[in-house]
């Protein structure tokens, strides 16, 4: 039984997200390494003669070309890389751009976790999140960032319609006496400080 060119592109393309969400952890990441492999067909196809196109040596070259053009890390090199080996013997314009479509559908349609939080997370915070979350939540989702100064700290969960609270605001207003011997402790310290 062989397999159809729909199916194929779809096996592709569940190779490949695994592989694109490893370094990646925001929905916006995903779709920028989807951006990244637009642009490596591209440059894979302006790069080539038309009857060059089905060599997959030809693809191991781009594949240098590029990568030494645009200085990319290597887990985008690794990506490319999958890319490429799964499109040796069809690489045109039209499989290409149904592949790249099909990965941004996809990319689009992942879980995601959204984060509020009162400043924007580093990439390293991003990246330590998003371990623990496809760890201990889903192994394919990514993570919906939205800046919310009014939770003051710590950060608003929201995933499958459920929300969770671990701001500042929420123990602020759950535990005042505390905030308020904090300040106190705080003021009598530098009373203290003042005297002396």
């Known amino acids: 039984m062989s397999i159809s060119a729909s199916d194929r592109l779809t096996g592709t393309v569940n190779e490949i997200i695994p592989v694109l969400l490893a ?15 637009r642009r490596f067909a591209d440059y894979f196809i302006f790069h080539q003669q038309p009857d ?11 594949l240098i070309g590029f990568t030494q053009n645009t200085g990319i890390p290597s887990g985008d090199q690794k990506v490319i890389s999958m890319l490429a080996r799964h499109q040796a013997g069809l690489f045109d314009k039209a499989t290409s751009m149904v592949i790249i479509k099909k990965l941004q559908q996809a990319v689009l349609e992942l879980p995601v976790i959204n984060l509020e939080t009162p400043v924007l997370l580093t990439r390293d915070h991003l990246a330590r999140i998003g371990k623990w979350i496809r760890t201990h939540v889903d192994e394919r989702a990514v993570i919906g960032i939205r800046l919310d100064p009014s939770t003051i700290g710590g950060c608003r969960i929201i995933w499958k319609g459920k929300q969770i609270e671990y701001t500042l605001r929420r123990y602020i207003r759950r535990k005042p006496s505390i905030l308020l011997n904090i300040f106190d402790s705080l003021q009598a310290g530098n009373s203290n400080q003042s005297a002396t």
């Open 23 to 37: 370094d990646r952890f925001t929905r916006g990441q995903a779709l920028s390494g989807v951006d990244l492999l």
């Open 52 to 62: 060059q196109l089905t060599v997959s040596s030809n693809v191991n070259e781009a």
